[in-house]
């Protein structure tokens, strides 16, 4: 794991702020907010998308940067409604892999924040194999 730097702290603020101006307190439709750094330094961010399938922050993110023709990213991070960051859920953690097995998350541990690639989240990971 690696420790954070400023651009990684930007990052988290970039989150904190997204799910903080959509935050549903009526339906607790949108409780999660995600921002996602690509190498070139672009930020995109997203808010979960919740009904029967819903979306995650961190897949509403990634899909934003992609329709904006992203291909290379850095760096991403999920918060909940009060700031507090997230893990990548299983399915988020899957879908990672195999659109940015490169990339680095920000995770809560024992000693503070810090980030670590995706590719150590979801070890023996499932890939895709297009024939």
Known sequence: ????????????????????????????NHTVGAALRCKNGNIYVGVN?????GACAEVVALGTAVTSGEREFDCIVAVRGEGDVLPPCGNCRQMLSEYASDCDVIVDTDDGNKKLKVTDLIPFSYVRKIY
């Open 49 to 53: 998308v919740h009904f029967n399938h």
């Open 1 to 28: 794991m690696k420790s954070l730097n400023e651009s990684d702290e930007l990052l988290i603020k970039r989150a904190q702020d997204i799910i903080k101006k959509n935050f549903d307190y009526e339906k607790n």
